[in-house]
């Protein structure tokens, strides 16, 4: 299976921007973990960050042919962009949303996410081991098939 993982504004900010809230982990400690869990899953990935809602456009279309399917976590333009909502409709592969805090438990408008009608599932709050989970999760649904890559 082939994973693509895409990661919105800020959260290449790991470990700097509020620790109190995002934890303390980096960025690069983030994309170890990934790329060590797709590993030991057998599962291929790619990892993109941007905080561009354009270059995030680009990335999930370039998933098209490329990608079995894919994690997201658009950090703020998860309550701001159609664009992104719209670029997962048009490549139509099974997508999985990620958010390392509980967005429910947050700001009133954290909780609105214009990309979950489109997602699999949510996964929130479990910190950087969402993403493992969102991976998990996808190669399940997708049976575990490891002649995808």
Known sequence: MRILIIN?????????REPEIYGRKTYE???RSIEAHAKRR???????????EGDLVDAIQSALGEADAIVINPGAYTHTSIALLDALKAVNL??????ITNVSEREEFRRVSYIRSFCMTTISGHGIEG??????YLN????GCNVCM
């Open 94 to 99: 099974p997508t999985v949303e990620v958010h």
């Open 8 to 16: 919105g504004p800020n959260i290449n900010m790991l470990g700097v």
């Open 29 to 31: 400690d983030l994309c």
């Open 131 to 136: 993403y493992l989970e969102a991976m998990d």
């Open 140 to 143: 399940a649904s997708h049976g």
């Open 42 to 52: 057998g599962i291929s990935v790619r990892i993109y960050q941007s905080n561009h």
